[in-house]
């Protein structure tokens, strides 16, 4: 299990600056169901309905028949089957309550679920309940690194800024010698406003870490929040210099850019990089934000929509409207506008191009 909380950690937070700032598409492959798999998943999910020697749930205090019911849960998360996935995951954690795997597992059927919603609300409630879910893994196995991490980074996407600080202080524990686990705690901290710590845990992730650019451009956004911009810059700088090809850096040196005026350099910066390199809310952001800054708004409006056209976002829409009718473009403006209330966005009353959100920071 350890391996699928470490691949959640690095899914989900890409390096110091980047939290919040994009949400990942779930990219999951659909497999061919045969009939008797589809039998047996029907049996899973309606186990009422089933004698205890047909229903595995209602064994599975058995081994294999927990390894059978934990098997279909996977089953149906790589087929993007994720209502099932959540039936059958809620069903074993309440015959398997004191169970870490069952509770690993029922979190990340719902970080799935987080990240396949449209709804802003629904995308909170998933990610509310994947939190607790690993939380309550985490409280059952205390010295496991993986876990308190795993449970660190989805209290942290929560908004449960002391849990995720327990749980990576914990994590640190357990495992001193990975410079993660104070990186995350850094950004935590740093989120809280509690600077001075936030500093001690990046320089520990980079002495622990000499050639990792994560923990040097946590100290960027650090110098950032703090209003030095310049020395910002020359962290963020150096960042990018130890590992060239981590594109999400760029983002972190964009920032500082642009508090420093310097818009057309953050459009050199981030346009060097071919679009599937930059295809991120942060990106799209930062692009946009420097077009109009430099009196473009037909590009900062351009720049955003196509971050729009494949996010799935109705904010993300409704927003693209606004910039094109700031642009003066009232026909793109109407048709993102359609798109923003397809996708569930709800107008307010009177709306006006104001009333959308503005998305990003």
């Known amino acids: 299990m350890t391996a699928r909380v470490y691949r959640l950690e690095h899914g989900n937070s890409q390096g110091a600056g980047s939290a919040g700032t994009s949400r990942g598409r779930s990219q999951i492959r659909l497999v061919r169901w045969s009939a008797a798999w589809c039998a047996a998943l029907c049996m899973l999910i309606a186990g009422a309905h089933c004698s ?82 690993y939380l309550r893994a985490a409280q059952l196995r205390p010295t496991h690194a993986g876990f308190q991490s795993a449970a660190g980074v989805a209290a942290q ?37 509690e600077v001075a710590r936030a ?23 650090l110098e950032l929040q703090m209003g030095n911009a310049p020395v910002a810059l020359e962290l963020a700088q150096r960042a990018r210099t130890l590992d060239p090809q981590a594109d999400q850096l760029r983002v972190v040196e964009a920032k500082v850019l642009r508090k420093l005026g310097r818009h057309a350099d953050v459009l050199t910066l981030l346009l060097a990089l071919p679009p599937k390199s930059r295809g991120s809310e942060a990106f799209a952001w930062e692009i946009a934000s420097a077009h109009e800054s430099l009196g473009d708004r037909v590009a900062a409006a351009a720049a955003w929509g196509e971050w729009a056209e494949v996010c799935a976002s109705a904010e993300a829409a409704a927003d693209a409207a606004r910039r094109w009718e700031d642009a003066g473009d009232p026909i793109q403006a109407a048709s993102w506008r359609r798109v923003a209330v397809q996708r569930g966005w709800v107008p307010p009353p009177l709306s006006t191009s104001a009333s959308a959100p503005r998305r990003g920071g």
């Open 52 to 133: 205890k020697q047909d229903d595995p749930i209602a064994r599975a205090e058995d081994p294999a028949a927990r390894r059978a019911v934990l098997d279909a849960v996977e089953a149906s998360l790589r087929s993007a089957r994720l209502d099932e996935a959540l039936l059958v995951a809620r069903r074993l954690a309440v015959a398997l309550p004191n169970d870490a795997d069952v509770q690993e597992i029922l979190a990340r059927t719902h970080l799935a679920r987080s990240l396949a919603a449209v709804q802003p609300a629904l995308q909170s409630t998933e990610r509310a309940a994947a939190a607790q879910a």
């Open 157 to 193: 996407q929560a908004g449960m800024l002391n849990e995720a600080v327990v749980c990576f202080e914990r994590a640190q524990s357990a495992d001193g010698a990975n410079a993660q686990h104070p990186l995350y705690l850094g950004q935590v901290l740093l989120q809280s406003g």
């Open 199 to 221: 500093r001690a845990c990046f320089e520990r992730a980079s002495a622990l870490a000499p050639e990792s650019p994560w923990p040097i451009s946590a100290l960027a956004v």
